[in-house]
């Protein structure tokens, strides 16, 4: 029952770590399928990275690894949208 829990909670954390919307970021002069098309490319860019090493902790400590790792997941991907040129969307 536990893996279930751990499986289920890593799918939630995974489906907020990334908004590729075309909404979420802005850029003068962008339409929205360019911002989309960046926002795939730098997804693909993040996931090359990798998630690091795939550890089996147990209980509130996987919780914690792998919010931890959608952290680093999500700033990296904030990185390449900053690098390409693009600002959050207030």
């Known amino acids: 029952m536990r893996p279930v829990l751990v499986v289920a909670a890593a799918l939630m954390?995974?489906?907020?770590?990334?908004?590729?919307?075309?909404?979420?970021?802005?850029?003068?002069?962008?339409?929205?399928?360019?911002?989309?098309?960046?926002?795939?490319?730098?997804?693909?860019?993040t996931y090359e990275v990798g998630t690091g090493p795939d550890l089996v902790l147990g209980g509130l400590l996987d919780v914690l690894r792998l919010a931890l790792k959608e952290s680093r997941l999500a700033h990296t991907f904030d990185r390449c949208m900053t690098g390409a040129g693009y600002a959050r969307a207030e």
Do not use: H, I, N, Y
């Open 13 to 45: 954390l995974a489906g907020c770590a990334l908004d590729l919307s075309g909404s979420a970021w802005k850029k003068p002069g962008a339409m929205f399928q360019q911002v989309t098309a960046d926002e795939l490319e730098c997804a693909r860019r």
